[in-house]
């Protein structure tokens, strides 16, 4: 079992900066896709950005130009950096870690609160 552990939300206003973080209990170098989800209220998980295994990434539309997905192997980490921050970016975050060896297993983080205002 992994455990991923999610830190840096909080309360910023418009146009402000925040760096998420998730933690892996173990390597997250055989992880074939490391990624970044978000909840706002009432609304579906929707996903933010991912970075690949090779270290490609995607973002959504909405954030592209904005935030940055990153990882550090060596510490076991994938970033969020958030910059440009918009009220419509309220949400909870949660990252997710893909294993596509020796079977397809997800893992998720129990999320981190991210809140904008206007």
């Known amino acids: 079992q992994v455990q991923l552990v999610e830190s840096g939300g909080g309360l910023v206003q418009t146009g402000a900066s925040l760096k998420l973080s998730c933690a892996a209990s173990?390597?997250?170098?055989?992880?074939?896709?490391l990624a970044w989800y978000r909840q706002a209220p009432s609304k579906q998980r929707e996903l933010v950005a991912t970075i690949t295994r090779s270290g490609s990434t995607f973002y959504i539309g909405s954030v592209k130009g904005r935030f940055t997905i990153s990882k550090d192997n060596a510490k076991n980490t994938v970033f969020l950096q958030m910059d440009g921050l918009k009220p419509e970016d309220t949400a909870v975050y949660y990252c997710?870690?893909?294993?596509?060896?020796?079977?397809?297993?997800?893992?998720w983080g129990q999320g981190t609160q991210v809140t904008v205002s206007s």
């Open positions: 173990r390597s997250i170098v055989l992880f074939e896709v």
């Open positions: 997710k870690a893909v294993q596509q060896v020796p079977q397809r297993r997800e893992y």
